[in-house]
Structure formats: C-alpha cells, structure tokens
C-alpha cells in the first residue's frame, strides 16, 4: 500500500478557495466610497399603551386643542402626536398649544398628523415597583 502525502489537485484546489474566502470576507467587511454612512442605532419607536382617545387630521376634526378639552382630563394619560417628516414643525407648533406634556413621534411612514391620549406614563410603573418593594422590606 503505497499512501503519497503531498500536493495533489485537491490541495492546491482547498487553498484558492481559502484564498478566495479571505478576499471575500475581507471586502465585505468594507463600505464603498459613495455609500451613505450606516446609521448609529436602529430606530425603535417606544411601546404606547391602548389609546383612550384617538384624534387624526383631517378635514372636520376639531382642532387638537379643543379635542384635548372635550378628552378624558386625567393627568395620567399621556398625549403622544406622531406625525410624518413633512409636518414636524406643524407637531411641534400642536405640542405646543396642547397644555400638557407631549411626546411627539417623527414617522417617515405615517401619512398625517395623529394623537392619541395613552396610560403609559413611567411613573404609573415606578410607582408600582416601589410599592411591590415596601412590600417585600416589612
């Protein structure tokens, strides 16, 4: 039985495809000249709890501020306006007039001004949570 150890076909055949795989992983690795830089962080938009009241633009529907009268008036709801890119400044100028907290959601989806009164206010849940700790401490 005469086995031959050595550089057949086969040996030089595994080496270019090891070259080749460098060479590919290595260029993938790269960002070409021309393309736009990958962003920092992917955009999540934050969980909004079920809406208590709902109000969208539109021909109408009351301004923003007088829905806000006639809506629930518990300080607990929070005012969220999502908007699309193109009406920023019209949201900006609706959070303003609002008489409440507002969080506004920029949304390059959305196709027009919508609020929504929700129960998600942090301190509803810290309040919560140093309840359940009091608890556990006695």
Known sequence: MNARAGSGWQTVLADLSLILFMVM????NETPANSPPPPSQAAMLPALGDPVAFWRDGAGAPPLKEWLVTA????????TIMAPPA???AALAMA???GR???ILIDPAATTLVAALTYD???LAQGLQQASAKE???
């Open 121 to 123: 206010q942090p301190p």
């Open 101 to 103: 907290p507002v969080r």
């Open 87 to 89: 009406e920023a400044e």
């Open 96 to 98: 303003a007039q609002a």
């Open 72 to 79: 629930a008036a518990d300080p607990r709801l929070r005012l």
């Open 136 to 138: 556990t401490n006695r």
């Open 25 to 28: 992983a290595s260029a993938v």
